[in-house]
């Protein structure tokens, strides 16, 4: 194992898209940012800079941080932001994970432009539970704003109005063939016939679902957030924001260029979206370069489902398992459930209230929608027995039960704020029943824990009925995930052991939600001895 330096410069940086050129937030001038690959046991080791006029934070989508709470990331949750011209050096290690993870800005709309690839092969020594692929490469999905959406962002905050959607979707940075003044900077990938190749996909895009496919090729998913999945074939993926996806693809159809494609999921028919498609091309090398041979110039776009298309979502995520018996906790300690959606708080009619019928958007768990701290970060709160900072009031269960996927009375509209965590004896065996509401329009949530990998043992559609649904309980060998896309109108049940000592953020991935306080924090205390404690922050975290 070894320690590995990087060195991050967040800075403001000219980019060229669908033909005009403005700037945005990058990691050293790099869109996307740089691909970090590791082995598991190394150290990583990452001073990061802030050359930028906004606030900054970095996270490791989906890593541990065993010990190591002051190194995830979240602003106000485990650190206060990176002040303009201020550093913070990220140091932690990578303990028994591998697969596909990525980094990406944790402050307000940064990750729409700040994210990269985090790769991490297994052990030296030690192998793919499958054939080794010739060739592997990352697969970043993104979406991109004509205007930073940094501005996008804030505008949205000042009226209580949803943000715009985006102007592109990307792979690797690009929009590709079909978007304006794009074609000459689509991404290539060049194979060779009969290669097999891992293609580790990232869904990076800041608020969208998204569909992926490759135009003729069956795609073999082998794993999924950093676990490795019963491999089994199809021709779709669906990703939820911050999911990732690994599949092996074999270049065994006629030499030529094959599209890579990828466009919105979009369950809420009412929520308006993005509805561009973004490609890359996958071209055989010994393509025959004379177009008369019969191969088309253009390469032929592949079927996508329908955008509201939730029969092929379900298909897709039904069938993610893992490759063989796991532990999944039997008896639990802690049985929860959170109810996740969006709603309206009252506003005076003016400029800031610019939501439908005199409101503004707040989204809640629960009916808490969370509100940040900002004199000091809620683990530092908790660590040095800061007051006044937090509360560890969280329901376990909503405070009134409704027909969460019904026809939702206005009484329930309004979201009450707070900064409320949950506290978490360690090693507590944790049940989470996410439920969807209809409380504004029901909608796929992409719903990720930092800190911990759980277990998807059920989900469904209308509300979780535990007489009806515990039997279908999968507790042999159900996926392990870091992000769940709780289904539309409808549940998951996830399981867990709190085994991480911390202030630990979950949250809706799909950035608009998250501004709107979709989220909530879990407060796991510390066991016994130092190997089960949150060791001391560094020296440099960043203060308030
Ligand atoms: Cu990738 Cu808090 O998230």
Not at 49 to 64: F, K, L
Not at 175 to 181: A, F
Not at 251 to 273: H, L, W
Not at 423 to 450: N, Y
Request: glycine share 8%; charged share 15%; hydrophobic share 35%.
């Amino acid at each position: 194992a070894e320690t590995q330096y990087h060195e991050f410069v967040v800075q403001e940086t000219p980019v060229k898209r669908l033909c005009t050129t403005h700037k945005i937030i990058t990691v050293n001038g790099q869109y996307p940012g740089p691909t970090l690959e590791v082995w598991d046991g190394d150290t990583l080791e990452i001073k990061v800079t802030n050359s930028a006029r906004y606030n900054v934070t970095i996270h490791w989508h989906g890593i541990s941080q065993r010990g190591t709470p002051w190194a995830d990331g979240p602003e106000y949750v485990t650190q206060c932001p990176i002040q303009p011209g201020a550093t913070y050096t990220y140091r932690f290690m990578i303990e028994n994970q591998d697969g596909t993870f990525w980094w990406h800005g944790h402050s307000r709309w940064l990750r729409a432009t700040v994210f990269g690839a985090l790769i991490i092969y297994p052990k030296l020594g030690s192998s793919y539970p499958f054939p080794q692929p010739k060739l592997e490469i990352p697969i970043l999905l993104g979406e991109w704003w004509n205007q930073d959406p940094m501005v996008v962002l804030r505008q949205a905050i000042f009226t209580g109005a949803a943000p715009n959607i985006s102007d592109a979707y990307t792979i690797n940075g690009q929009p590709g063939d079909l978007y304006r003044c794009s074609s000459t900077d689509t991404v290539k990938f060049f194979v060779d016939s009969g290669d097999t190749i891992l293609l580790r996909i990232i869904n990076a895009a800041l608020n969208q679902q998204l569909f992926f496919t490759v135009a003729n090729h069956r795609l073999t998913v082998v794993g999924a957030d950093g676990a490795y999945m019963k491999p089994f074939s199809t021709t779709t993926l669906m990703l939820g924001p911050g999911q990732t996806t690994n599949v092996l693809l074999t270049a065994d159809q006629t030499p030529g260029r094959y599209y890579i494609a990828a466009r919105a999921y979009a369950s809420a028919p009412s929520v308006p979206f993005d509805n561009t498609t973004t490609t890359a091309i996958l071209e055989y090398k010994s393509t025959p370069c004379n177009a008369q041979l019969g191969f088309p110039l253009k390469p032929t776009l592949p079927q996508l489902p329908a955008y509201n298309d939730t029969a092929t979502v379900t298909a897709f995520t039904t069938q993610l398992k893992s490759p063989s018996n796991v532990e999944v906790p039997t008896q639990i300690d802690d049985n929860l459930f959170f109810t996740i959606g969006l709603g309206f708080v009252n506003c005076n009619p003016g400029p800031r209230c610019q939501g439908p019928n005199n409101t503004r958007f707040a989204a809640s768990m629960n009916n808490v929608s969370l509100v940040l701290p900002s004199k000091a970060s809620l683990l530092q709160a908790y660590y040095q027995s800061i007051p006044g900072v937090f509360t560890t009031d969280f329901p376990a269960v909503p405070p009134i039960k409704f027909d969460y996927t019904g026809n939702v009375s206005r009484a329930l509209w309004q979201p009450t704020f707070g900064t409320k965590l949950y506290k978490i004896k360690f090693g507590s065996r944790v049940q989470i029943v996410l439920q969807d509401t209809a409380i504004f329009a029901t909608e796929d949530h992409p719903m990720h824990i930092h800190g911990h990998q759980f277990y998807v043992v059920a989900q469904g559609f209308g509300n979780f009925n535990p007489t009806r649904d515990n039997a279908k309980f999968n507790l042999v060998d159900p996926p392990q995930r870091n992000t769940i896309d709780v289904p539309v109108g409808g549940w998951a049940v996830i399981r867990f052991v709190a085994d991480n000592p911390g202030v630990w953020l979950m949250h809706c991935h799909i950035d608009t939600h998250l501004t709107w306080g979709l989220a909530m924090a879990f407060l796991v205390e510390n066991g016994e001895g130092e190997l089960q404690s949150i060791q001391p922050p560094p020296a440099d975290l960043p203060l308030c």
